[in-house]
Structure formats: structure tokens, C-alpha cells
């Protein structure tokens, strides 16, 4: 009776429930579960400390990570029956709001897994063409950064600053603005610590930005869009601090009904469609507009939506002297 006193235990914990609901679909690693269930990574561990010990979970090594599974054990001893229920209980689930979020933050995770080749090429082994050591996705966009020329850069609702110092790499000055001074802090910290030097960090909202009139070549609103209180001034600033011929650059998420973002990470809107995207920089007097899929997977409720317009070049007014040149005598 101590025995099964203990399992109930064990499984009266919502935290760990959680854990063996998402370790059922994917192995995962401590880090990886800690994004998944949004809990401290000490908490994370002592669950999948407790849950290994009883035999729920095993451990893995793979490529330098630790991974956990659910044990293989749990159909042949004596927990298979309490397992099967839980199963079923956990698909009766499946349409619980806070279920379906940790499930749209797994699929984030294994999109992110995907795209990092070293981990996610080591790991298949079902295809040995995968693993090419040195490629990267991160080697690739500094690569594209050398095609381009010293461009002056506006990274707006630049976060914790980890695109602001991608973009510094390539670009001649890049102006970062968020409205968090607490987040501009840290992303100053990171620019100090990278030994970053032109970038100029501005705290401002992005419908009023405190960046002068036709003064940057790109402005990048990446993941911010759906942040602001209204998207279309938004663009509408990114245009005006742009230069004729510059482009307004728009990384968001195509519209989805996740709405646990709302109160887990702050965003105002769920994701742009197509069109919402292209009236608005339309609307801001842009020209040239393009949009198209960034980043997409299978069963992942999030699209990332590449969107981009170029400022049209000011018309030319001639003055009357102009069209009647006066004759030279």
C-alpha cells in the first residue's frame, strides 16, 4: 500500500503530469522542457529527478545532451494499467487551452531542433547525409550579410537585442528601439559584452518613434508587429523614418488561434494574414511589396510571414525656371 500510495503521489502534481504528457510525443532536454512548460529549470529537473527514480522516465545521452523519454518499462510493469488511463486521459485533453499550448511551444522547440543542422543532423540517424559539419543557418545569414552594402538600420521592438547585434555585424549603424527600458538594459548589456559599437539604443514606442524623418535604409520589425497597439501606424512610422528607395522589412506570424499568447507573452494581435500584411504597406505609400512564407512545420499552429515594400523615390518638381531655361545672351 506505501507503494501505491507513493505513484499517487507522484502523479497528484500537475507539473509532472505535463512533463510525462509531452515526453509521451518527444524526448526531450531539460532546457527544451523548461521553454515547453514555461517552470524554472531547477523545478524542471527535480520532476524529472522524482519521475526517473520511480521508473517513468529513463535518460539519454545523444551528441553531447541529455535527453529524457518515457521508459519503455511502463508497458511491462506493473504501472501499465495506471499508464493506459493516463494516456487516455491525456488525449480526452487535447482541446484544453493550456494543453494546446504546450503543445504549440513543443512543435517551436522541434522547428528550432530542426533548424539547428549540428544538433539535428548528429541526431538522424536514419539519414547520414544530414550531419555536415559547419553548416548553420546562423554562418549563412552573416554570409548574406557580406552581399550587402553599409546600410543604416532601424531594428524595431528590438527586444533583448540578439538581431540588433546580428544585423550590426554587416550593417553601418543600426538605431534599436524598444519601449522596455528594463529590456533596452539587458540589450545594452549584451552589445557591451559582444564589444558592439554602432549601435544606438533608443527606448520609444513603435507608433511614435523617436528616429528622425527619411534617415535609415532598412526598417525591420521583426516579431514585433503583433505587439503594437496599432500595427498599421507602426509600418506607417517604419516608412516615414525610411529613406526613398528603402525598404520596410516585416517578420511576423501568419493570424492562428493560439490565444494563451495573449496572456503568456503579451501580444495584442494573433498573427497577420497575407492581406492584412500588404494593405498596411500599401496603405503606408509603399511599392514593390512581397510576402511569403519564412518559416513553416507541419502540425506547428505558428507561420512566420516575410513581408517587405520599398519607399517610392519622391517625385521630382520642376520650377518654372526650370522648364523655361533662360537664354544665355
Known amino acids: ?169 554587416w550593417a553601418k549603424r543600426v538605431v534599436a528601439v524598444d519601449r522596455s527600458e528594463a529590456v533596452l538594459a539587458r540589450a545594452r548589456d549584451l552589445g557591451r559584452r559582444r564589444r558592439v559599437t554602432n549601435v544606438e539604443w533608443k527606448r520609444g514606442d513603435l507608433e511614435r518613434l523617436p528616429i528622425r524623418d527619411a534617415s535609415v535604409d532598412v526598417a525591420l520589425l521583426s516579431q514585433a508587429l503583433h505587439h503594437a497597439a496599432s500595427p498599421a501606424r507602426a509600418i506607417a512610422e517604419a516608412a516615414r523614418i525610411t529613406v526613398p528607395l528603402g525598404r520596410v522589412l516585416v517578420l511576423d506570424l501568419r493570424e492562428h488561434q493560439e490565444d494563451w499568447v495573449r496572456s503568456k507573452l503579451g501580444d495584442r494581435r494573433l498573427g497577420f494574414s497575407d492581406g492584412d500584411l500588404k494593405c498596411m504597406l500599401t496603405d503606408a505609400g509603399l511599392t514593390n511589396i512581397r510576402i511569403g512564407v519564412g518559416a513553416r512545420k507541419l502540425g506547428d499552429p505558428f507561420t512566420v510571414l516575410i513581408a517587405s515594400g520599398t519607399k517610392p523615390q519622391a517625385p521630382r518638381v520642376e520650377t518654372p525656371a526650370a522648364r523655361h531655361p533662360r537664354k544665355v545672351q
Open 1 to 169: 500500500m506505501r507503494q501505491v500510495s507513493a505513484v499517487y503521489r507522484l502523479l497528484g502534481d500537475e507539473a509532472r503530469l505535463r512533463l510525462l504528457r509531452v515526453l509521451q510525443r518527444e524526448r526531450l532536454n531539460v532546457t527544451e522542457l523548461t521553454g515547453i512548460l514555461g517552470l524554472a529549470q531547477s523545478g524542471v529537473s527535480r520532476h524529472l529527478g522524482l519521475l526517473k527514480e520511480a521508473g517513468w522516465v529513463v535518460e539519454e545521452k545523444d551528441s553531447g545532451y541529455t535527453y529524457y523519454r518515457l521508459s519503455p518499462a511502463l508497458n511491462d510493469n506493473g504501472n501499465r494499467t495506471l499508464w493506459a488511463a493516463l494516456a487516455e486521459q491525456f488525449a480526452a485533453a487535447d482541446s484544453d487551452p493550456s494543453v494546446r499550448a504546450d503543445d504549440a511551444r513543443l512543435q517551436e522547440v522541434l522547428r528550432l531542433r530542426k533548424e539547428n543542422f549540428d544538433t539535428h543532423g548528429a541526431a538522424d540517424t536514419r539519414d547520414a547525409r544530414q550531419l555536415v559539419p559547419g553548416r548553420s543557418w546562423a554562418a549563412w545569414s552573416r554570409a548574406l550579410g557580406f552581399l550587402l552594402p553599409p546600410l543604416k538600420v532601424a531594428d524595431l521592438g528590438c527586444g533583448e537585442g540578439y538581431l540588433t547585434i546580428e544585423a550590426a555585424r
